[in-house]
């Protein structure tokens, strides 16, 4: 019961994925391929033929780009089709290149765009045609196109082998695979030939030259049945998806084909030969390069393995760059943490020596992979060669003078050591010379120093001493000895020095990232994350960088951050950015979009959200990036994205808040308002009724009682609308200041008086210094008014009887007003929260009057005049004191004043 249960989930999720698939498919727009053995078979004709058909059943089909070549019977069926302008060049000259934009804006329901393979003029977005029809497709429009069996990339090496030529302009299978439908035209080779020969295919003076080269019998045969082969292969895939979505037939463990290249001629050709393996079997494929250290900087080498890596990725596989010395270990240990089931390598040289000395690649994972299955692929190109280039690169003749010299000293010192060492002793002299060597060169250096030691050693010290030969078998077996053990040493030398700058590399990368990482961890905003990765990558890879955003109002990318120095974008780098921005993929240098800009275009993607795009302009010289300094590239820029991710939810999630508090605070000002402003209005409106209706009756008394109610109702109503103004204007920042130089008593004594018109029966006691103070410079009635505000608050809450004590004095170049309550106190945590606006509808300033604004509206004109406000508690833990201090302003001028925003 749990295999069936196993089973049947591997069926559900297996029918699943399928079904995705071809929802995704059915989303984009449909691509179908006719596809032909060789040129000249019809698939032009049939494309034209099959769209006519489609326009007389009322489809818009728009022809973007067909090639007749001269064909008489072609260019009448192209009669009656809307033709799509084709691309100007600069000049007003003609090219015969196809006009993507042109498409994109028509956008009709299918477009004919022939010649799949056909390589764009320089300066065009896109290297390859295939890329073009790629955008057309994600934008949802069909197309129909042409190809021959040739151009597709996973059989080029065999149509090298069929036909002797290596054809150039290639499509990927992945693109391939993406065809809707592929239909085969096919034409036997003898009427081909017949065709060739009456000038059908190409014009006469270029028909005998292909009959003698390309189009012989055998040749069109063999690519006729890879034709065939393609399609087969194309149907059996069809027929395995459907049975995938429709939940029947066979679903089998999709286990991942595992590829190792190392940089040699023959990467390319055992990438082909991966994913024809891969295809067969319908299984994920991966291409895995291990750097173990010994290719060093070697540029063809790195070249190599930069193009078979990006061959393996438009193919549709994945690849990987392990690091480490021992190659069989990484590639079994990645082997076994990705559920890989075989593993294809290129055939290696046995070497004479090697079961004694040192295995082969193909003999240690015969011997250690027991559970993999291992193919070996025998490589047509220059095997040996490569592989000398590869495991025995050039060292550079310092190398092998420093060896040389190194070699001579170790003899010198034998030589001096000669009258009291042993001849088996002085061996050890020239092992630490070798040993030297290896450690500071590779290890070709290191065999050449132990040769020239062992031809010294044995010359000048071994008996019978300068000559080759040896006396007796003791010494002969010390001199074997030493050889074996400079050898072996030397190498375990290079080994050691391999790891050492493999470690440091690796050390240097992480370093690189953990770096970035903790420099954008205390990023806050986006400006400091787009400057600290344009100043990290800038520095990680000496290159001109710049970091673009869109402009939140116009929607165009701007520079948001530049290092070392500001960087001017051309036009075609712009253009790249904009396209690597809004289809997610890296576009510029080193890629096949719009690959004349003199800069790399990264987008700032993460999780969908499109955040900018990431421009690094590295040197002119380097025409190659290698696959360390483009993973670590990325990685930087990953690391960007994702803290710009986290800025933009650091600032929705503050919008929210602020949003939120505004929404509390609208909220608790209506309440406010409600409550508070209807209270004095209720009062006013009962007393004139009052004196409307019972006036005549009512004695003098009475009436002044309820005039005096309607003006003191009148004024505490004008005080909290006035409140509420200060509170706007100080919010807007339009409240103006006209400093005037005022005593400071004068300003408490105006607060007493009108304290005392508000709280008659409040007592309050202000406490004059014992010296004069000096003049403040401020806008007498905002200080007044704050002062006022805390002085009516502490009435409110003081307990009856108890005075209310006002203190004023000079500290320094500052003013310190106090004034202090004998009322309940305010928590020691709160006491910073009594200044924000509306807190007094929980508890405070309100109470059973008041807006909760007036603390607030202190605070903020005391702080317009530099000031501060600030609540402490009250003496000896009773009641609490408010201070507010200000700067002063120097000696007063007579007659000065100013307005100041």
Known sequence: MPEATTADNRSRRAKAD?????????????????????????????????????????INVVVGLVETHGRAETQALLEGLELLPRRAASGGRAHDEFDVDAAL?????????????????????????????????GAGIDVY????????????????????????????????????????????????????????????????????????????????????????????????????????????????????????????????ITRRIAERRHAPWTVVHVDSGRAGNDADHRTRLDTALHLARRLGGTTETLS??????????????????????????????????????????LMRGAHFELTIVATPMARARSRRALHMPKAPLRDYRFALVVSLVALVLAHLADRVLSVSNLSQLFTVAVLIVAVRSRMSVAVFSAMICFLGYNFFFAPPRYTLAIANGGDALTVILFLATALICSRLATRLSLQVQMLREANAHAGTLGRLGRELAAAADAGQVTAIGAKSLAQAFDAD????????????????????????????????????INHDQPAGRYTGTLNAATCWLLPLVDDGARLGVVAIRFDAEETVLSSQRRDLVQAIVHDIAQALARTRLADELESTRVQGETERLRAALLSSVSHDLRSPLA??????????????????????????????????????????????????????????????EEIVGSCVLRLRKVFPEVLVEHEAPADELPLLYVHPALIEQALFNIMENAAKFSQPGVPVRIRAKQAGEEIRIDVIDA???????????????????????????????????????????GGSVEALPGEGGIGTTIRITLPLSGVPVPAASEDEA
């Open 324 to 365: 480490g010395v021992d190659v069989v270990d990484e590639l079994l240990g990645y082997a076994g943490r990705n559920s890989v089931a075989t593993i294809v390598i290129g055939r290696t040289r046995e070497r004479p020596l090697a079961r004694l000395f040192n295995r082969t690649l193909t003999q240690q994972l």
């Open 145 to 272: 196109t042409t190809v021959n069996i040739q151009h597709l990339e996973s059989l080029n090496d065999v149509v090298q082998q069929i036909t002797g030529v290596r054809v150039r302009e290639t499509v990927p299978d992945a693109f391939f695979d993406r065809a809707a439908d592929v239909v085969l035209i096919d034409l036997p080779p003898r009427e081909l030939i017949a065709r060739l020969r009456q000038g059908k295919v190409y014009l006469p003076e270029l028909a005998a030259s292909a009959l003698e080269r390309f189009f012989t019998a055998s040749n069109l045969t063999a690519l006729r049945e890879l034709a065939v082969q393609a399609v087969a292969d194309r149907v059996d895939a069809d027929l395995r998806e459907y049975q995938a979505a429709q939940g029947s037939g066979p679903v089998p463990v999709r286990r991942r084909v595992l590829a190792a290249i190392d940089g040699s001629e023959n990467s390319e050709y055992l990438v082909r």
């Open 683 to 744: 009062a006013m409106l009962g007393s004139a009724e009052s004196l409307q209706r019972y006036g005549p009756r009512l004695d003098a008394a009475e009436r002044d009682e309820l005039l005096g109610g309607i003006v003191s109702e009148g004024q505490r109503l004008d005080r909290y609308i006035q409140n509420l103004l200060d509170m706007t204007r100080l919010g807007h920042g339009t409240l103006k200041l006209s400093r005037e130089w005022v005593a400071v």
């Open 105 to 137: 804006a028509r956008k009709p329901r299918l477009i004919l765009v022939d010649e799949l393979a056909h390589r764009n003029v320089p300066g065009s977005r896109h290297e390859r045609r295939y890329q073009d029809i790629e955008e057309l497709l």
């Open 545 to 580: 960088v710049a970091v673009l955003t869109p402009d939140p109002a116009t929607g165009l990318l701007v520079t948001a951050a530049a290092a070392p120095r500001s960087m001017t974008l051309s036009t075609t780098d712009s253009a790249a950015a904009d396209w690597a």
């Open 18 to 58: 399928a079904l995705l698939e071809q929802i995704e498919r059915e989303e984009a727009g449909q691509l179908k391929v006719f596809l032909g053995a060789a040129p000249g078979v019809g698939k032009t004709f049939a494309m034209l033929s099959a769209a006519r058909e489609l326009m007389r059943q009322g």
């Open 823 to 865: 009322g309940p106190g305010i928590p020691a945590e709160e006491r910073s929260r009594i200044f924000d606006m509306f807190y007094s509808v929980e508890r405070g300033d309100r109470g059973k009057h008041g807006t909760g604004l007036g603390l607030s509206i202190c605070q903020g004109m005391i702080g317009a005049h």
